[in-house]
């Protein structure tokens, strides 16, 4: 048995996308388990780019299967559009798609919802992807969702569509002076899509534990991060699901007792993109110069992300509630000709040091970094492998290892496939 688990490790964006394109070579099933299509995750191949949102990103090789998994929520409209513009590049084998039909659909009031409580939260904002992601989820917990097999069969879409509207337009009319959504309009809409999904919908659960009995190695792909985590993260700017380890078997109805990997992926300094605390955030010229370097703007929205040194504190509570196994550092090359280089290795809160990321949100907001300096290293090559790495990365990698106790499976050095230094194997492992 050899399923790994892909988690981001920090506030998403770590990379998980090229990890999950690297490791797809040794899996069978690829899932996205939980999140939607506030994720962006890039792949580089054959100097093209691929931005996957929902598709997990296995589907560039042709002899995956690619599962959509019971915790994602799914806008129907991104998810064709993914299908066409990779159907579009040779990418798209229609086979290798599959969808669980206990995935919820994220629905227009769903995005207009997360657009209205943003604008009413003001300079309270959290900052979201506007995709509708947090509203389809809270339909999802309350037990007003509409899911796959709901959309799919037209007199249950029909049914559910219309007693979840009746709730809706209270809602909006009340809270918000909006002037209702229209269910016909909704119906006909939806009912095109459905009609181009049916053919990928299937019991999930029942198809992944299938594979694993037939001895077939899962990948699971993590979307955002362990700090934007709905119960673990920087609440209230987290995003509105389980993106740790746990959610990994929630997302996708397989036992815990099946994982036997849990990669963290995290950059070699930090990024975050919307609002909420960040102790190691630069604001002068060394964050400008890790956004212009590491082109850090989101996949998703195209925002600027904020920027800081990396924060191991963060990163070893990241090993904690995950569990990790081992740990892929990305975009070290972006450090590249950086000579003195930060972690941060504990806090102050007022006069009082701490080393744990407190989970009340008022104190970690009051958390300022104490770091501990290291020398940083001129060029990385991929090339010449892991022996001819230079003492200063060496350092920097075994520090991160002896601060979070877990060991570097792998580092990246680039946006290609092959910029990169795989340590151990997680599938060989
Ligand atoms: P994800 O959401 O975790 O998959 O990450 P994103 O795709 O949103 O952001 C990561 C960005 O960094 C993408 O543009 C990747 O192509 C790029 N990237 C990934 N690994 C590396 C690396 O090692 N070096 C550099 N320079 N870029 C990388
Ligand atoms: P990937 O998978 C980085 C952030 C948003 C916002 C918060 C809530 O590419 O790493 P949401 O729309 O989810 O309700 O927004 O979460 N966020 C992400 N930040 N990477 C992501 O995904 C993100 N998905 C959501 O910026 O702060
Ligand atoms: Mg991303």
Known sequence: MNNVAVIGAQWGDEGKGKIVDLLTESADVIVRFQGGNNAGHTLVVNNEKFIFHLI?????????????????????KVLLEEIDNLAKHGYFVEKNLKISGTAHVIMPYHREIDILLEQKRGAKKIGTTGRGIGPAYEYKVGRRGIRVWDLI???????KLNDVLDDVNDYVKAVFGHRGFDANRIYSEY????????????????????????????????AQGTMLDVDHGTYPFVTSSN?????????????????????????????????????????????DRIRSMGAEYGATTGRPRRCGWLDLVALKYSAMVNGLTGIAI???DVLNGVSRLKLATSYTVEDEKIDYVPSNIAEFERCKPVYEEMEGWDTLDPATGPGSLSPAVKSYIGF?????????YIL???????????FKDPFKA
Do not use: W
């Open 191 to 222: 009912s095109v899509y459905a009609d181009k999904i049916r053919k990928f919908v299937l019991e999930g659960p029942l198809y992944l534990n299938g594979e694993i009995s037939k001895k077939k190695k899962i990948l699971f792909e993590g």
């Open 412 to 422: 990246s050095v680039g946006a290609e496939r092959d910029k990169t230094i795989v």
């Open 153 to 159: 069969y037209p007199g249950q879409f029909k049914q």
């Open 243 to 287: 993106t740790t380890a746990g959610g990994v078997c929630t997302g996708s109805g397989v036992s815990p007792t099946k994982i036997t990997e849990i990669i963290g992926v995290s950059k070699a300094y930090t990024t975050r993109v919307g609002e909420g605390p960040f102790p190691t955030e630069l604001f002068g010229e060394m964050g």
């Open 56 to 76: 997990p990103s296995g589907m560039l090789h042709k002899d995956k299967i690619c599962l959509i998994g019971p915790g994602v929520v799914i806008d129907p």
């Open 400 to 408: 991160i290892e002896s601060y979070t106790g877990v060991k570097v």
């Open 330 to 332: 990305t975009k070290a």
